[in-house]
């Protein structure tokens, strides 16, 4: 059972909007900020949003982030086929002091 | 350019011991946490453990706490993770990330991953 709770998996058509949800808690999300990753099929995870909403140079402007109280979310717009990935929010737990992941959510464009 | 390269991953009986190394690049190493993170075959993401920059802090998972060891040798820009005492559980791929972290600023992300080393825990 993860720390930070993340749906399982998403689908949306190609062109449309998608959200990936992360639920947490005060001693992590509540209390430090957060990241997603985006793991493409047998490839090493990719860092695609720091900080609740920062983009990494290179990533495209299609992703977002936002942090309201203990739960983030990842929004991508305008999905292509390329983006059939595993997603995944993470944070520190200051309570824990570990770090924590969501159990992923696998997102597929139909 | 930025790269991490891991090495030491194999096939290990139960009860045994492995130590995997990490080969950073392309930036001060020193100036930076570094954390192990493992995927188990068909699952998720599992933090292991971070070290600080100057390797005097440590942290570990309850799940690997007192058989895995994380260190670091900042003389030879390599992050290291001893695993003893190894069950069918912590058969993974390990992967090494260069992680940006501060307490005082609240946030925690590890901004480059190495293509990571599988282990494999069997008789």
């Known amino acids: 059972q993860s720390v930070l709770t993340q749906p399982p998996s998403v689908s949306a058509a190609p062109g449309q909007k998608v959200t990936i949800s992360c639920s947490g808690s005060?001693?992590?999300?509540?209390?430090?900020?957060v990241s997603w990753y985006q793991q493409l099929p047998g490839t090493a995870p990719k860092l695609l949003i720091y900080?609740?909403?920062k983009r990494p140079s290179g990533i495209p402007d299609r992703f977002s982030g936002s942090q309201s109280g203990t739960s983030a979310t990842l929004g991508i717009t305008g999905l292509q086929t390329g983006d059939e990935a595993d997603y995944y929010c993470?944070?520190?737990?200051?309570?824990?002091?570990?770090?924590?992941f969501g159990g992923g959510t696998k997102l597929t464009v139909l | 350019e930025v790269q991490m390269v891991e090495s030491g991953g194999g096939l290990v009986q139960p009860g045994g011991s492995l130590r995997l190394s990490c080969a950073a690049s392309?930036?001060?190493?020193?100036?930076?946490?570094m954390s192990w993170v493992r995927q188990a075959p068909g699952k998720g993401l599992e933090w292991v453990s971070t070290?600080?920059?100057?390797?005097?802090?440590?942290y570990y998972a309850d799940s690997v706490k007192g058989r895995f060891t994380i260190s670091r040798d900042n003389s030879k820009n390599t992050l290291s993770l001893q695993l003893n005492s190894l069950r069918a559980e912590d058969t993974a791929v390990y992967y090494c990330?260069?992680?940006?972290?501060?307490?005082?600023?609240?946030?925690?992300?590890?901004?480059?991953w190495g293509k990571g080393t599988t282990v494999t825990v069997s008789s």
């Open positions: 993470g944070t520190w737990d200051s309570s824990l002091s570990v770090g924590v």
């Open positions: 990330a260069k992680t940006e972290w501060s307490f005082a600023l609240h946030y925690y992300y590890m901004d480059v």
């Open positions: 005060s001693s992590n999300i509540g209390d430090n900020s």
């Open positions: 070290i600080s920059g100057s390797g005097g802090s440590t």
């Open positions: 392309g930036f001060t190493f020193s100036n930076y946490a």
């Open positions: 900080d609740n909403n």
